[in-house]
């Protein structure tokens, strides 16, 4: 039995916050998850009841809602929380700022008071490589500080990271985890959760994901002349699985008192014009793409530098990005309308 048997996951109906959920059951924990299904999908955890063959209590509820929060925790015992709830696109986040600012700061901010309310002080933190800022060497290492961010999403999880670290400042009764994420892809290797954005995808995997199944046309390619090998812009991609496996060990770290930041990352770069010929060698599917002009803000290359994860939590991506294109393909071409129940062959 796990030290921190129940663990609150906010965001839990999400895309990394189901897969998360399944390795938290798998690991032996109890789950609450909780979510206003903004952007996520009560079906997912369906699904994971259904891969574990064991039980999570799904509450419908928004982080913002501090009566909310309190029934839960008066409900529940909650040894620990992992919190992946917020907003996640970035071009909306300059056309939406507050909205961004009110779900992912105030939000936070709400759910610290309803834990500190509880007695309950251990927190995972879904932070993101972006806190790094524009400026940033590769490979990111977390000794750096956080730099200028370029955009409302990026900003808040920055400043979402200096509030956890005052307030463990002011009370040592904090143990706070901040992960930053690279760039997570993939989805389990049953098929049955993955991605499922509303509307059509910002990000790259889903796009080609989604031109594959036929859902969408083609594929633009933003910039073809950076300063990289082939033109295309490289990131770090993982597993979504290596990621939420990356949450059960980060509760380690919650042992001791204090934050601790970690980058969830291969240390590899990979193009984008290297994802596509991964995606139709592996696959077998043809993803037309045309070059289009680069993307506001895009910075050119960007990777992880994983190893202090490694050395304190004992955690390294596992997956290959052919594991990544067969598990992201086993769920599009399953689910090529996503949750969708109508639609849906799972
Ligand atoms: P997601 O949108 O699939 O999951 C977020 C979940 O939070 C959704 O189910 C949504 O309904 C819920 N939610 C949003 N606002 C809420 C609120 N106010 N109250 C309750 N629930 C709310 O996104 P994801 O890709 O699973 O990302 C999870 C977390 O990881 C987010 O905080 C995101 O910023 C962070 N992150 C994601 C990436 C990525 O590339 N996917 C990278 C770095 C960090
Ligand atoms: C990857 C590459 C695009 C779509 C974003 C956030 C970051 C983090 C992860 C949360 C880039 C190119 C994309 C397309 C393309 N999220 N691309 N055509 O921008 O690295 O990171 O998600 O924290 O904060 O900024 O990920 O998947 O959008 O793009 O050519 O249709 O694919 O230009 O080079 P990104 P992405």
Known sequence: MPTDRTILVTGGAGYIGSHTVLELLEAGHEVVAFDNLCNGSEEALHRVEQITGK????????IRDRKALDRLFGAHAIDAVVHFAGLKAVGESVNAPLAYYDNNVNGTVALCQAMAAAGVYKLIFS?????????????????????TTSNPYGTSKAMVEKVLEDLSQADERWRIGLLRYFNPI??????????????TPNNLMPYISQVAVGRLDQLSIFGNDYPTA??????DYLH???LSAGH?????CLEVPGVHAYNLGTGKGVSVLEMVKAFQRVTG???PYRFAPGRDGDLPAFWADP????RELGWQARHSLEDMMRDTWNWQSANPLGYDERNSTA
């Open 186 to 199: 993939g989805a389990h290797p049953s098929g049955l959760i993955g991605e499922d954005p509303k509307g």
């Open 127 to 147: 932070s993101s490589a972006t806190v790094y800022g524009i400026e940033a060497p590769v490979p990111y290492q977390e000794a750096m500080s956080r730099g």
């Open 55 to 62: 039980s999570v209590t799904f509450l419908n509820g928004d």
């Open 230 to 235: 082939d033109g295309t812009c490289e990131r």
């Open 285 to 287: 599917q043809q993803v």
């Open 307 to 310: 190893t202090k994860a490694e």
């Open 248 to 252: 059960v060990k980060a509760l380690q």
């Open 240 to 242: 979504v699985v290596d």
